[in-house]
């Protein structure tokens, strides 16, 4: 298992919330060093040592994380990074999809 912070369409609520809704939610947290750009369809997120991200973090197993790269574009779009958020006044490592600038 791990643990998976998403900001925009995994999110409750929004489109593809589905390919996560049997994972076990953990709680709001923010990410730090981060900041959320508008890239029409979906949401990116870039490093920015002043800015915080607002979202979301799951427990996922493997198969539901395969599913989410494949969703996210993982590698050409978006690539899987180590970060640390707070939830709960705690910091945790999770992972994040971090949109990829050429």
């Given amino acids: 298992m791990e643990r998976l912070?998403?900001?925009?369409t995994l999110?409750?609520?929004q489109r593809a919330y589905d390919l996560l809704e049997n994972s076990k939610y953990l709680g709001r947290a923010c990410l730090?060093?981060?900041?959320?750009?508008?890239?029409v369809y979906y949401p990116g997120i870039v490093k920015d040592k002043n800015s915080i991200v607002k979202g979301e973090v799951?427990?996922?197993d493997e198969n539901i994380k395969e599913r989410l790269d494949i969703y996210e574009g993982e590698g050409y779009l978006f690539k899987c990074v180590d970060a640390k958020i707070e939830l709960d006044s705690k910091t945790m490592n999770v992972k994040v999809?971090?949109?990829?600038?050429e």
């Fill in 58 to 60: 799951y427990e996922v």
């Fill in 97 to 101: 999809y971090e949109y990829i600038v």
């Fill in 5 to 8: 912070f998403v900001y925009g």
């Fill in 32 to 39: 730090k060093r981060y900041k959320k750009l508008d890239l």
């Fill in 11 to 13: 999110m409750k609520g």
